[in-house]
């Protein structure tokens, strides 16, 4: 058995309540074993490391990226010319560059089946080091529908969909992922999926235990998502396109009434736009996510890491333009970092929060978040599994 003793300055468990200050956490193989104030800790012989300047929080999650992309040159992945071998290698780097910004576990959400479960695999069997992977694999999308061509699983009908989701399944999915509208840069408010589909993913995804996250756009997608029981939804700007934006407050209400949990990747379009390239209206796109928040909907934070210009190691931008744009608490945004974001992926018994049990996935940072924002850039540890996988700068121990 390994035990190490943390002091921390400041503890943000992920739940929403307010920080406890000057705690002892102790880890004992990959699990937390207890949480107590450190005048109260009796000093064992473990391992020590002292963290009494800085802010210590659950591992950061990530629910929506795609690992085997690149960001600087998009179309490379899906160029069939493309060595399998390059794409993987790559896909380890970037699951990399996210560790060392405090990403600890993150959802690939459209992949090729052939890299990145051998990729995720790889990584929990301790052969490379990197953040846990939870993998959809590919998207299950109808011929010529969004992705189709990069990492689709083409399938129509009700009857296909069933086969393609136990195909899935079968390949190691973690979860499905369904390309129930068009994308936003084509035409968002066509729906991929009827209402009949859809019900019929869900009911043969629930019968492997697998979530099903949504890539929606249009109005009328997200509704049949809603209604078919579809457990995540990405995007969901309510954008048709030409049509414009069209919010229905009765679906949001739906949306948080189900506990619905949306990955908005709200940070999609921010940096092409700041380097002077396209994007969706960033304005009327937040005014819709705000709407979602008013009516009471859960955010998971969500990058999309792997689109044009959105790299690995900018996680903070989500908090940060959450904050910012959306106006959510820093509190709030923690939450969404952590807990729900543990939720959208299935794992909020083992993940997400830091509670005596849980997984020991922790980030150090050096400044308080709740004070400001972007002191999620500021890493000086980072823990998976109990194990130290990235610090910067010094640490007494
Ligand atoms: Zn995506």
Redesign the pocket.
């Known amino acids: 058995m390994t035990q190490v003793t943390l002091r921390v300055g400041r503890l943000i468990d992920g739940t929403g309540q307010d920080p406890l200050l000057d705690q002892t956490i102790i880890i004992e193989n990959e699990r937390i074993r207890a949480i107590t104030p450190w005048q109260d800790t009796h000093h064992s012989q473990s391992a020590f490391i002292d963290l009494s300047d800085a802010t210590l929080l659950p591992g950061f999650i990530d629910t929506?990226l795609?690992i085997t992309a690149d960001p600087g040159n998009p179309e490379d992945i899906y160029n069939p010319e493309q060595n399998p071998v390059e794409i993987t290698l790559r896909a380890v780097s970037n699951a990399q560059a996210a560790l060392r910004v405090g990403v600890t576990t993150l959802g690939d959400?459209?992949a090729q089946n052939h890299i990145i479960f051998p990729v995720r695999d790889a990584i929990n069997a301790g052969q490379i080091s990197g953040p846990r992977i939870i993998a959809s694999g590919a998207a299950l999308v109808p011929a010529g529908g969004h992705g189709a061509d990069k990492f689709g699983v083409i399938s129509s009908g009700v009857d296909e969909v069933r086969a393609a989701v136990r195909a899935q399944a079968r390949a190691g999915a973690d979860f499905i992922k369904v390309m129930a509208t068009a994308g936003g840069g084509e035409e968002p408010g066509v729906s991929h999926y009827s209402l009949e589909e859809l019900i019929a993913i869900r009911s043969e995804a629930d019968r492997h235990n697998l979530i099903v996250a949504a890539?929606a756009h249009g109005t009328g997608g997200i509704r049949d998502c809603v209604a078919a029981g579809i457990q995540r939804i990405?995007h969901c700007t309510f954008y048709n396109g030409e049509r414009g934006f069209d919010f229905d407050a009765q679906v949001a209400k739906e949306i948080a009434r189900r506990d619905i949990i949306v990955s908005p990747?709200n940070v999609i379009d921010y940096r092409r736009i700041q380097a002077g390239g396209e994007g969706t209206p960033r304005g009327k796109l937040n005014s819709i996510w705000r709407q979602l928040l008013d009516h009471g909907v859960h955010f998971a934070a969500s990058s999309?890491a792997g689109?044009k210009d959105m790299f690995y190691d900018d996680y903070a931008l989500i908090p940060e333009l959450m904050v910012k744009e959306l106006g959510i608490s820093e509190m709030g945004v923690l939450v969404a970092c952590t807990q729900t974001a543990a939720t959208a992926l299935g794992l909020q018994d083992e993940l997400g929060t830091l509670e005596p049990g849980k997984i020991a996935d922790l980030v150090a940072l050096n400044g308080n978040p709740l004070e400001d924002i972007t002191a999620m850039r500021a890493i000086c540890l980072v823990m998976r599994s109990g194990e130290i996988l990235h610090q910067q700068g010094h640490l007494d121990d």
């Open positions: 929506h795609h959400c459209g890539h990405e990747t999309d689109v």
